[in-house]
């Protein structure tokens, strides 16, 4: 009716609604539910899971999940068919928004995999090659990896990997996130002249055949958008602008970025660092996810918590509380997360050599 103005919703009360009935759903369930949350998870979603941390430490825990039947994975798609493909199977395993992607895994893809591989073979013995496949990848990927003897690797385990990986092997074929694995690899004490980035949409990757015969990393052309929006302006402003403030940074961000920052770690690394490091008055600049930062800065108002720049991963916002709270209370026809069992079996070899180099 013209002229009447209705009162408008408030999220903070629908917010403040779904994780009521989230709660009594999870009471309803007991120990035959469990919910996983990444840390880059929204603040009222990841207030709801019973386990949180990064894709490592929840894969993990999906892996050793003793009691719990139903496992509800609040995170992106690459990390939930993980989670399936570890749980046993008993367990099912079920997806808020199946939506949540991640661009960085379609910047790699088993065509293209398949033919860099085959290219690779013409310079090196790639029996000698060990793929490694970023967790932030398709199935299929982890599967490819998994059935050459190659390992999947995160941001808080890849020292490990790569001491892994040259235990068996000449080189490391690294995919699909250059910036991870040049960090890695720089830590590690690799020459330059030794890592290449293979570029899967030019022949050979770009590369010439000394360049390939020479490398000891070779790096696939992918990258995630949230963290390349960093930069050494940016460290060095809000140096400016907080003196005495410390920068940690994802190592997913460009070298520079890492090189110019106090610290660079995962997300398990950082939330760590606030958490258990940091003490009150305490300043810290982040340059990751901005709601895992936020997240953090309420947590923790007494130390400054800030964002190198706002940088927001829209997939890992698409799962709500609302979406949570609809998958728990529709959880006996909720599709699960089924994924294909040829490509279960030697994935799971890769996420198995994972879980055995300890974040």
Same mark, same amino acid.
């Given at each position: /009716? ?77 990390? %939930? ?31 293209? %995999? ?7 073979? @013409? ?7 060990? $793929? ?25 385990? =890849? ?16 995919? $699909? ?55 050494? @302006?940016?460290?060095?402003? =809000? ?58 800065? %309420? ?32 959880? @006996? ?10 490509? /279960?079996?030697?994935?799971?070899? =890769? ?9």
């Amino acid at each position: /009716m013209a002229g009447v103005m209705q009162s408008p919703i408030r999220v903070e009360d629908d917010e403040a609604r779904n994780i009521e009935r989230i709660r009594e759903l999870k009471a309803e369930y007991g120990d035959s539910l469990i919910v996983l949350a990444h840390h880059y998870q929204r603040l009222g979603v990841h207030a709801c899971g019973d386990i949180t941390g990064d894709s490592y430490h929840l894969c993990k825990a999906a892996a050793n999940t003793e009691k719990a039947r139903h496992i509800v994975f609040c995170g992106v798609r690459f990390m %939930v068919t993980s989670a399936a493909t570890l749980c046993r199977p008993d367990q099912v395993v079920y997806h808020p928004d199946r939506n949540a992607g991640c661009p960085m895994a379609d910047m790699a893809n088993l065509p293209q %995999v398949r033919t860099s591989w085959l290219e690779l073979g @013409e310079f090196v013995n790639t029996a000698r090659v060990v $793929p490694v496949v970023y967790m932030n990848s398709d199935l299929d990927l982890k599967s490819f990896c998994g059935e050459r003897g190659g390992i999947v690797c995160t941001s808080s385990n =890849a020292g490990k990997v790569f001491d892994w990986c040259f235990e068996r092997g000449e080189r490391i074929f690294f995919f $699909p996130d250059e910036h991870l694995g040049r960090n890695t690899a720089n830590k590690y004490g690799i020459p330059r002249d030794q890592i290449v980035l293979w570029d899967p949409r030019l022949p050979n990757g770009g590369l010439s055949a000394q360049q390939i015969t020479h490398s000891k990393v070779i790096l696939w052309k992918g990258y995630c958008h949230v963290h390349t929006r960093f930069s050494v @302006e940016m460290i060095e402003k =809000a140096r400016a602008e907080h003196p005495g403030i410390k920068v940690i940074v994802h190592p997913e961000c460009i070298e520079q970025v890492v090189a110019a920052a106090d610290y660079s770690g995962s997300t398990g690394f950082i939330q760590d660092y606030v958490v258990n490091r940091m003490r009150p008055g305490d300043k810290v600049a982040i340059g990751t996810e901005v709601n895992m930062i936020h997240r953090l800065s %309420v947590q923790h108002p007494d130390r400054l918590v800030i964002p190198l720049v706002r940088s927001l991963c829209p997939n890992m916002f698409k799962i709500s509380t609302g979406d949570l709270r609809d998958c728990l209370e529709n959880l @006996e026809t909720w599709e699960p997360v089924r994924p294909d069992p040829a490509e /279960m079996r030697h994935a799971k070899v =890769a996420l198995d050599n994972m879980l055995a180099c300890a974040g």
